[in-house]
């Protein structure tokens, strides 16, 4: 056996890597460039690595019925899943009228093709199998096998195994996001022993050398928790394609016929942020099918196109993601909001009612216009789920519509929960940190610039009015401010709701880890928690949605009321 040949044909075989190999044979798979082009990057990299691993591709041509397509196409992923794996599932637009709707699925298996073909071929199912170049075998024998497999013991586990996918339970990666916090946290502490050498004598070069140590540890362990925090994210395409279902599904049900138009579908977020925004989301959109979108004969009345329109888009905007759902249907009537509210009893009829506070009411539990509940907008339950749902993902909701024109709900949310920043501030003699989620800005003010409307304390924010809350009052704190003596307002969100909380003092941002403050202090409203600074000082984190709440609904309950807790 040559073994300067040997390591040199390992040595090109790493070199080359079996990705390369896999993508090379992708380009030769006979399958329509089209779809290929439309696959997501999960989707090839499932392709590829089937094609490494040796298996058949196929591609399964499915027809069905509009009335059961859901079920039908259920049963033949069921089946699939038997014997092999569904890659991708693609509507087509090659659909007769007697079939109604279409779908190619391209599947990656063991079995061949008389077995794949005799499990779901049919009138309706047509498979066909995708053909690559394989790889060829050496076949050996005997003592030449035994020899293979004598020198195969003494390579490197890292050339026996060349897969690059790992499988690692998503709370394991939570454990290790977790030890990084309180990595910073120690970070932050020797930052802090540095600058107190600084003061000392003698020791100024070994203050200087430790935060140098101290700058380096910081820029490593930022890399580690983005790294880590990337694993975790998943393109938001999954819940676009389980929604645009849905909206199919829907549809039907209804009556109306609907175009639906995707964006943004690669745009990532934080898998458990997947799951947990998809129930509001599918709210919103029966919210839109059912008192939005208007049947045909509403919609040619109106002078629209008889086919109604939801866009479903999703953008990164720094640390966070906006998902954006549209309808081009009745708009809000605001009238009617007020003529509802006014029924209800919840202001009176002659009380003047801005937009903005006609949205709010949107959010109030049991609120609807509409005459009749039905299954599609969900029984009667109310946008006040949606944001409660939103509050506790660190999210925010906004609503834009027209009457006539249509509504776009805009909602916000952190990429990911797992990181949390927090804004430090200072409010009388006691420290508080602020979730960096919830911050959308600040600003500094004078008593001048606040105005007093119904008996509540406002201040102007760009043609808007933006209620503020006195955190010293709220917890009951002494002022220590002068009647005309600047202070600074930050602007925090919460669901559908915006309010500044007026504080003394910005002490800048630091990476924090929530801790529990134990079950004594627990049923304390507006106490997120607690942290530790570098300077080794116990600081509480604040509620953010809890205090809107207590500021904009006026708790008055005297044993949950917040307190200091100084």
Do not use: W
């Amino acid at each position: 056996m040559d073994i300067a040949k040997l390591l040199s044909n390992l040595e090109n075989i790493l070199k080359k890597g079996p990705e390369d190999d896999a993508r090379h044979r992708l380009e030769e798979l006979d399958l329509d460039p089209n779809i290929l082009k439309v696959l997501t990057e999960y989707e090839t990299h499932r392709l590829e690595e089937n094609i490494r691993l040796g298996a058949n591709i196929y591609e399964v041509t499915a027809g069905f019925n509009l009335e059961t397509f859901d079920k039908d196409l259920s049963d033949i992923n069921s089946t699939i899943s038997t014997f092999g794996e569904v890659i991708t599932t693609l509507p087509t637009s090659g659909a007769s009228p007697d079939v109604g709707i279409e779908f190619r699925l391209i599947i990656g298996t063991k079995e061949d093709y008389s077995y794949v073909s005799s499990l779901l071929s049919s009138n309706r199912v047509k498979v066909k199998e995708m053909r690559y170049e394989r790889k060829k075998e050496k076949k050996i024998k005997g003592e030449e096998r035994e020899e293979a497999e004598a020198q195969t013991e003494d390579l490197p586990s890292s050339v026996k195994s060349l897969s690059m996918t790992v499988r690692v339970n998503i709370n394991r990666l939570d454990k290790l996001l977790n030890i990084v916090g309180e990595l910073l946290l120690n970070k932050a502490i020797i930052s802090h022993i540095s600058k107190d050498l600084r003061n000392m004598q003698g020791l100024t070069d070994t203050a200087i050398e430790l935060e140098k140590a101290a700058r380096a540890l910081d820029k490593k362990l930022n890399e580690l928790q983005e790294g880590l925090t990337e694993v975790r994210m998943v393109p938001i395409s999954s819940l676009f394609d389980r929604l645009t279902r849905m909206i199919r599904k829907l549809s039907r049900e209804s009556g109306k016929i609907i175009d639906i138009r995707i964006f943004g579908e690669d745009t990532e977020l934080d898998r458990l942020m997947v799951e947990e925004i998809a129930d509001p989301l599918m709210h919103i959109i029966r919210n839109a099918i059912d008192h939005g979108i208007e049947s045909q004969e509403e919609r040619i009345k109106a002078g629209k196109k008889e086919i109604g329109t939801i866009k479903l888009s999703a953008m990164q905007k720094g640390n966070h993601v906006v998902i954006e759902v549209e309808d081009d249907g009745s708009g809000i009537d605001f009238k009617k909001v007020k003529e509802k509210a006014v029924e209800k009893g919840l202001i009176g009829a002659n009380t003047p009612f801005t937009e903005k506070e006609a949205i709010d009411l949107l959010f109030t539990p049991g609120f609807s216009t509409s005459k009749t509940v039905t299954e599609i907008s969900g029984r009667g339950v109310g946008l006040d789920v949606v944001r409660k749902n939103l509050v506790k993902l660190n999210g925010i909701i906004d609503i834009e519509t027209e009457v006539k024109k249509g509504t776009k709900f805009m909602l916000t949310l952190p990429i990911t929960l797992m990181i949390l920043k927090a804004l430090i501030v200072q409010v009388g003699s006691e420290i508080y940190a602020l979730p960096i989620n919830s911050v959308s800005e600040s600003m500094r003010i004078t008593s001048r610039d606040i105005q007093t409307v119904e008996r509540r304390e406002v201040i102007k924010l760009r043609e808007r009015t933006l209620p503020i809350l006195r955190l010293d009052e709220a917890f009951e704190m002494k002022s220590r401010r002068g009647s005309n003596e600047k202070v600074y307002v930050v602007v925090v969100g919460s669901g559908s709701r915006r309010i500044g909380f007026v504080v003394d003092s910005l002490l800048g941002q630091q990476e924090i880890v929530i801790k529990s403050i134990g079950k004594a202090l627990s049923s304390i409203r507006g106490i997120a928690g607690a942290t530790e600074l570098g300077s080794r000082k116990t600081i509480l984190v604040l509620d953010v949605g809890v205090l809107i709440e207590e500021a904009i609904e006026g708790y008055k309950g005297k044993e949950e009321r917040i307190t200091s807790l100084a």
